[in-house]
């Protein structure tokens, strides 16, 4: 199942907290939702499941969630680890949210032993610590067996064993054919994740695309070499319109190129070469560097 968003806005006052959004969140991958804090991100979640007033529309297969005649079996939200009945059990508030598409007390037992809850099934989850709150959270996305997740930050206060669980969970989720969207902070897990990302800054977007295309936008991908003689090599290169940076005592950013042109190169300047790799921008540099003027603050500014 598809999802299009498409034209999403809302605002706070004066403030535009969601800006003419369109992105596509395609069946059969894993689709991550990336912005800095205050980009909107939650804001535009909410929009999509119609828990907020605001403009533009999100199709689920071409059709209005309220359309479809259950909802929870379209769609498996997780926006918040803590709503919860404070009395209820974890077993009991699986019951209830199972209730409008008429889930089974077998499928509720199969669903906590799925997220590694079923030994405290009959506790009350006002106890639970946050990474135990958020297994409950995705136990109920998950109950009504929906086509698509929407999950906002469903891997905070998780340690590292069950954010690796919930990585292979979700790929293997979305390798069923279903659309999975899912937002977070941590990009280098993202990057492990997610197939494609929507990025979002200030409401807006940034790019709907695969990770590589993301990354492919960095600066900081280039290419190292190093060899006996910089000078000579990085005359030759900037004669050639090519952007070199010194690095080091022996070495050159070579920015634009590939290890073949830059190989080619040396062996014109005469040049001996000691090393020659291609280095890739990480999710986390790209993103950083994209969204920088959209950061609430600066490193080591003044409070």
């Known amino acids: 199942m598809t999802i299009e968003a498409v034209g999403l806005s809302k605002r706070y006052g004066s403030v535009l907290a969601v800006d003419a959004l369109t992105f596509t969140v395609p069946r059969g991958v894993v689709t991550g939702f990336l912005g800095p804090n205050g980009a909107g991100k939650s804001t535009a979640m909410r929009l999509m499941l119609d828990l907020d007033r605001g403009e533009g529309r999100t199709a689920f297969d071409g059709k209005l969630l309220k359309e479809h005649r259950h909802a929870s079996r379209v769609v498996g939200a997780h926006l918040d680890a803590k709503v919860f009945h404070p009395q209820r059990t974890a077993r009991n508030h699986l019951r209830m949210v199972g209730s409008d598409a008429g889930i089974s007390n077998a499928r509720v037992d199969e669903v ?46 998780l340690d590292p064993q069950s954010i690796q669980w919930l990585r292979e969970f979700l790929r293997h989720y979305a390798s069923q054919g279903r659309s999975v969207l899912v937002s977070s902070h941590l990009l280098s897990e993202m990057q492990l994740m997610a197939d494609r990302i929507v990025v979002i800054a200030k409401g807006k977007l940034i790019t709907d695309g695969t990770v590589e295309e993301f990354v492919s936008m960095s600066t900081r991908n280039d290419v190292l070499v190093r060899c006996d003689r910089p000078d000579a090599l990085v005359e030759l290169l900037r004669a050639e319109g090519v952007t070199a940076v010194a690095e080091g005592p022996d070495g050159l950013a070579v920015i634009g190129e590939s290890t073949d042109r830059v190989g080619e190169a040396a062996f014109r300047a005469g040049v001996v070469v000691r090393e020659l790799v291609s280095r890739r921008a990480s999710l986390e540099e790209a993103f950083l560097e994209l969204t920088s003027d959209a950061q609430g603050f600066a490193a080591g500014g003044q409070l």
């Open 112 to 157: 906590l032993n799925l997220v590694g809850l079923d030994s405290v099934a009959r506790k009350r989850p006002k106890t639970f610590s946050l990474g135990m709150s958020q297994r409950l959270a995705l136990a109920g996305a998950v109950l009504a067996d929906p086509m698509c997740l929407m999950l906002d930050e469903p891997a905070n206060g």
